[in-house]
Nanobody, 128 residues
Framework: QVQLVESGGGLVQAGGSLRLSCAVS????????MGWFRQAPGKEREFVTG????????SYADFVKGRFTIFRDNAKNTVYLQMSSLKPEDTAVYYC?????????????????????WGQGTQVTVSS
């Protein structure tokens, strides 16, 4: 059974930091490209950041560049999202997603429809 379990969300003041984690089971994690998405109330789900299966190469939405960092630990089957300089507009439910890829398909994916598995989401609320 495939499971993606996010944790680390919560309430933080503007300017603060949070680290989200996404623990993956039931998949060969090292064969998965990973992504973080978010959905604010009344808005569509949007891409935040992604990382290729082997790590190293990443992609970020413009609105988080320089503030958020994605990284993964393939030994722990976990992907992380370090969020700093948080703003009230970062308030959303954050989802991690996994896409199984072949060995030579080692790229970052930004399109949510390309991802195969999703976590249940974790709420991040940034107060002003």
């Amino acid at each position: 059974q495939v499971q993606l379990v996010e944790s680390g969300g919560g309430l933080v003041q503007a300017g603060g930091s949070l680290r989200l984690s996404c623990a993956v089971s039931g998949l060969t994690f090292s064969s998965c490209a990973m992504g973080w998405f978010r959905q604010a109330p009344g808005k569509e789900r949007e891409f935040v950041t992604g990382i290729r299966r082997s790590g190293g190469s990443t992609s970020y939405a413009d609105f988080v560049k320089g503030r958020f960092t994605i990284f993964r630990d393939n030994a722990k089957n976990t992907v992380y999202l370090q969020m700093s300089s948080l703003k009230p507009e970062d308030t959303a439910v954050y989802y991690c997603a996994a896409k199984g890829v072949g060995y030579y398909n080692n790229v970052v994916y930004e399109n949510q429809y390309e991802y195969d598995y999703w976590g249940q989401g974790t709420q991040v609320t940034v107060s002003s």
